[in-house]
């Protein structure tokens, strides 16, 4: 098995993570381990990483990737279980974490998961096969106002409310079990004039993944229990792909700096602020023209950096 696609702003997150040979860590978010394979060729034979992915598939073809290091190893888990990892592993604290968020690339190729709005195939978007909750379950069982506000908040859709309408007088005469009868939904609940930006589904689609793997929900929480997991002068990195994910990591980023609100003319501080580390990015790094021309992926994703102290 075979990622095709090269892993997004590779350089930066290798050059964010400040790779210490000796130390230990985490990819997050294995997928096929493009970013991984570049993290053990800086590492020394002392050195390890943790690879944690949900999708049993990556995790086949990342060890496939990485076979000739030795100091590996992969988790079938969720990154937001990752204080529960460590401490199974005996690992008290980390040097590195890497995470990046949403749908990975493979996901996307292989139709039959159900992720792309391209082609026919069962409404399934579960990134851990293993789990229960479905994107037909979501599709077909969620009221017309629990789908309407999860296409609106996790997918940004204006026209949400039509949709979720639409959706539910199609499920009315049969259940909805494909990904083109979902598709072909949304393209009728969307005005013409407004199917320019982009793919109609494509935000549809988008909030019903996040909703089937709850990718927003534990984020904020995520971020920071990596931040406790790092060693001083450790760093995380993460890469975002939409606005609920950037806004959810910036906050925890400015949650675990701390701000002191004591009055300036206190001489010390009573308030009780405790600071983590710092931000490195002040504004989110993007990528660069020439990785745009060559990887569609980047477009939208945005890298954030901070460092324990």
């Keep these: 098995m075979v990622f095709k696609h090269k892993p997004v702003m590779l350089t930066e997150c290798i050059e964010g993570l400040k790779i210490k040979p000796d130390g230990i860590y985490v990819d997050g978010t294995l997928g096929g381990a493009g970013h991984s394979k570049k993290i053990m060729q800086k590492l020394s034979s002392q050195g390890m990483l943790i690879g944690i992915d949900r999708d049993e598939e990556a995790l086949e073809a990342a060890s496939d990737n990485l076979k000739e290091f030795p100091n590996v190893k992969y988790i079938h888990d969720n990154h937001d279980n990752i204080k529960e990892i460590l401490m199974q592993l005996n690992i008290d604290k980390v040097d590195g974490i890497l995470l990046d968020l949403g749908v990975s690339s493979h996901q996307l190729d292989e139709r039959n998961r159900g992720f792309s709005y391209l082609g026919e195939n069962n409404l399934d978007m ?179 950096i901070f460092e324990r102290r």
Excluded: W
Excluded at 130 to 145: C, M
Excluded at 187 to 207: C, L, M, N, V
Excluded at 225 to 236: S, T
Excluded at 276 to 290: D, F, H, N, Q, S
């Design 126 to 304: 579960r990134m851990d096969k293993t789990q229960e909750l479905t994107a037909e379950t979501v599709i077909n069982y969620y009221s017309e106002q629990k789908l309407a506000n999860l296409i609106y908040e996790y997918g940004e859709e204006k026209f949400s409310r039509q949709i979720a309408r639409n959706i539910c007088k199609e499920r009315e005469e049969h259940p909805i079990k494909t990904t083109k009868e979902l598709t072909k939904i949304i393209e009728k609940s969307i005005p013409i004039s407004k199917q320019k930006d982009g793919h109609p589904a494509k935000r549809t689609f988008q909030a019903i993944r996040i909703e089937v793997n709850n990718e927003i929900k534990p984020l904020y929480k995520t971020i920071k229990d990596c931040i406790e997991c790092l060693n001083e002068g450790g760093r995380l990195c993460v890469i975002t792909f939409h606005s609920l994910e950037d806004r959810a990591v910036k906050n925890a980023f400015v949650e675990a700096k701390g701000k002191c609100t004591c009055p300036s003319d206190l001489p010390y501080c009573v308030c009780g602020a405790k600071s983590l580390g710092e931000i490195i990015t002040k504004k989110p790094i993007t990528a660069t023209k020439e990785e745009l021309e060559e990887n569609s992926r980047s477009k939208s994703a945005k890298l954030r």
